[in-house]
């Protein structure tokens, strides 16, 4: 059974930077496309970042592209998000997602991906 953990959240002032990791085990996460979405206090869920099932392509949301880096590390199992400029707009709490059934479409699309994770806290100070 595939289970992704998210850590690396907390509280940071506005201009701050963390570093998100989600950690996969029971499947290695190799050739899928992984995704970060977010959901912020009373507002729909949101995509943010994704990988190609390579690695090699990247996809970012408007408002996080040049902020936001996604990367992964096969060895490890693990993809992160680096998120640097925090703004208070950027709080939510964060989630990571697999592909396992490669669906493909759309790496925007929540319905894409088939394994969640727990979600991790991120709350930006102004």
């Known amino acids: 059974q595939v289970q992704l953990v998210e850590s690396g959240g907390g509280l940071v002032q506005a201009g701050g930077s963390l570093r998100l990791s989600c950690a996969a085990s029971?499947?290695?996460?190799?050739?899928?496309?992984m995704g970060w979405f977010r959901q912020g206090p009373g507002k729909e869920g949101d995509f943010v970042a994704a990988?190609?099932?390579?690695?090699?392509?990247?996809y970012y949301a408007d408002s996080v592209k040049g902020r936001f880096s996604i990367s992964r590390d096969n060895a490890k199992n693990t993809v992160y998000l680096q998120m640097n400029s925090l703004k208070p707009e950027d709080t939510a709490v964060y989630y990571c997602?697999?592909?396992?059934?490669?669906?493909?479409?759309?790496?925007?699309?929540?319905?894409?991906?088939?394994?969640w994770g727990q979600g991790t806290q991120v709350t930006v100070s102004s």
């Open positions: 997602a697999v592909d396992f059934a490669g669906y493909g479409g759309s790496y925007v699309y929540t319905g894409r991906y088939d394994s």
């Open positions: 029971g499947r290695t996460c190799s050739g899928y496309a």
């Open positions: 990988s190609s099932r390579s690695g090699s392509s990247t």
